[in-house]
């Protein structure tokens, strides 16, 4: 009997631990049957050299976490996706979308409650010789300190295209302000208005249609700042976080993106939606770990088994058309976008899917985060990013998290 082989690529930068639970848990899944036919998910990892334009790709599927800042895999990315139909998890095409601003933008004409943001021009010249030709004729004299006492404090000052916390400030006063700007050199900021006081801080990590939405203290080390906690939210205002994540995902074709947002009350204020690499490391994720791994698999077998066809390119206008519909309040219009999501993700499709043809996919992951090999795994991890005197502390925090994930999956005796 013949199986269709679909090749998986992997492009990464420096990860080795979720790399290594995905292969693992592709190889206990082998062959699965979907449309009467058997399929199984061969995965490598992408080396990237020159190439010629008109070489074919062999991968179906490629998971990319290199492209956003490393140029040369992105034109690999545009090339395979326009010219050999592979089908990427994040476009290409909208990669300057993942900077914070477009994203503001598209969700402030959704009408979500996104801070009050100003951006603000560069504190010194770009490294252009009509910098100053330019600046001297164009640029508007503004005053920021005028600006940032009409927001009112406290505020943030970050860069317009975000990345890991690079160059974020909290300003509380006019001399923090000015400190803030003038270390940002050649960044382009926005200054946000802060969100005081809130009550949660919620991460939403989405995969195709799925997503988890965790309990996320910033102010913790790395180790700490997802916290087990399952009721944190209401259920009204748990739905609108994941509906905010997969309208942003469906909306800018991302499928591997994760979403912070800020509750105060009932109202979810999101901050920051564009992330190209979203955090699945076991190391942070801990608990959230097998969740993640799970989804991708179960995502990935789907995009590479039914022939799911990516859509490359932005689509606004259904969305806009009911973010205009003026007989749509907010709450009709996250029940809208919550469709226009499902129906972008084939939501329907997908969990018949899981459930003919991934049926023993719980018990195959649960086996595997049980097994020697995943405690091989956590153990290199923890070898290489913590220092030796550290290790043995962590490696027990890690199994105690990951062992309450396994405690929580078996069946509870009548």
Not at 105 to 115: D, E, S, Y
Not at 321 to 348: G, I, M, S
Not at 352 to 367: K, Q, R, S
Not at 370 to 381: C, G, K, Q, V
Request: charged share 25%; aromatic share 12%.
């Amino acid at each position: 009997m013949s199986v269709n082989h679909h090749l998986v690529g992997l492009l990464l930068g420096a990860e080795e631990d979720w790399p290594q639970a995905f292969e693992a848990i592709a190889r206990r899944l082998g062959v699965f049957r979907t449309g009467g036919v058997d399929h199984i998910l061969d995965v490598e990892r992408v080396r990237i050299s020159p190439f010629n334009l008109r070489d074919r790709a062999r991968q179906q599927v490629v998971i990319d976490r290199l492209a956003y800042w490393y140029y040369h895999p992105r034109e690999w990315l545009k090339k395979v996706a326009l010219m050999d139909d592979a089908y990427l998890m994040n476009s290409p095409f909208s990669f300057q979308s993942m900077e914070k601003h477009s994203a503001y933008c598209a969700l402030i004409r959704l009408g979500m409650n996104v801070p009050e943001t100003v951006l603000v021009p560069y504190k010194n010249p770009i490294d252009n010789v009509r910098w100053a030709y330019t600046s001297r004729n164009y640029n508007e004299p503004f005053d920021l300190a005028a600006i940032a006492e009409e927001m009112g404090y406290p505020l943030f000052m970050k860069p317009f295209d975000g990345g890991g916390w690079r160059g974020v400030s909290k300003v509380r006063n006019q001399a923090e302000l000015m400190t803030a700007y003038d270390d940002s050199g050649e960044m382009l900021m926005h200054l946000q208005k802060s969100v005081e006081p809130f009550d949660v801080f919620a991460r939403a990590l989405t995969i195709g249609p799925e997503t988890m939405v965790m309990n996320f203290r910033p102010d913790q080390p790395m180790h700490n700042r997802y916290a087990v906690d399952h009721e944190f939210l209401s259920a009204k205002v748990g739905q609108e976080a994941v509906t905010i994540s997969q309208t942003v995902n469906a909306f800018f074709r991302w499928e591997f993106n994760s979403c912070e947002m800020l509750v105060q009350g009932d109202t979810v204020l999101p901050i920051d939606y564009a992330n190209a690499c979203p955090d699945v490391a076991v190391t942070s994720l801990h608990y959230y770990f097998p969740w993640a791994m799970k989804s991708l698999i179960k995502w990935t077998a789907f995009c590479a088994a039914t022939g799911r066809r990516a859509k490359m390119h932005v689509d606004a206008d259904p969305w806009f058309a009911v973010a205009d519909d003026p007989d749509l309040d907010y709450d009709a219009k996250l029940v809208r976008y919550q469709q226009l999501a499902d129906e972008h993700f084939e939501k329907e499709r997908y969990t018949n899917f899981c459930a003919t043809a991934l049926p023993g996919i719980d018990d195959l992951v649960l086996e595997w985060v049980s097994s020697a090999d995943f405690d091989r795994m956590l153990t290199e991890t923890v070898s290489t990013t913590y220092p030796e005197h550290e290790r043995e502390w962590f490696m027990a925090h890690f199994r105690g998290l990951v062992g309450l994930w396994v405690s929580d999956q078996e069946p509870v005796p009548a």
